[in-house]
């Protein structure tokens, strides 16, 4: 859809909202549930990479963006499995999440002050550079659910 918009015809395009949190207290980290992450286990085991980060459970807030298809059907009949998982992790961060039809988003895991590292489904991890910048189709995905956890210092 996105790579279809043209300002001509903005009735064909699928709306996008975003929002920002900014500062020099605001810490982020963001965690990718790709297609195959399909099982309770598959899902603790990826939003288990969150706990790597130096963040302040509780200075801190998560946001949830799934995609509609990742229900109760997805999960074999069991509803709110990641949800489920990330209260059980993070039993002290608040969490806000919505349904959506198509997800945008990746893992971010800062793991150095100057170093960042980004991944998705269909990349391999890599760094970031000036001369490499990420492509719109590396954060747009179907099926997946994205977690995005801030802390505030």
């Known amino acids: 859809a996105m790579e279809n918009y043209t300002e001509d015809d903005p009735g ?16 982020a980290a963001s965690v990718l549930l790709a297609t195959p992450i399909n099982t ?7 939003l288990k990479k969150l ?15 799934a995609c509609c298809g990742r229900g109760r059907t ?4 069991k509803p709110n499995v990641e949800s489920e998982v990330f ?3 993070y039993p002290n961060t608040p969490l806000l ?13 800062p793991v150095m002050e100057k170093t960042e590292t980004f991944s998705g489904p269909s990349t391999t991890k890599r ?3 000036d001369k490499g910048l990420l492509q719109p189709k590396e954060f747009s995905h179907s099926f997946t659910t994205v977690f995005v956890m801030l802390s505030f210092q």
Do not use: H, P, W
């Not at 064909?12 to 810490?27: I, P, W």
């Not at 309770?40 to 990826?46: D, N, P, S, V």
């Open 51 to 65: 706990k790597n980060i130096d963040f302040n459970e509780r200075k801190s807030c998560a946001f949830m963006f």
């Open 97 to 109: 999440g919505i349904f959506g039809n198509g997800e945008i988003g990746l893992t971010y895991l």
């Open 40 to 46: 309770r286990t598959k899902a603790e085991q990826e």
């Open 74 to 77: 997805f999960f074999k009949g």
């Open 87 to 89: 209260k059980q992790l």
């Open 12 to 27: 064909k395009y699928a709306r996008t909202v975003g929002f920002l949190f900014s500062g020099t207290g605001v810490k």
């Open 127 to 129: 760094q970031k550079t």
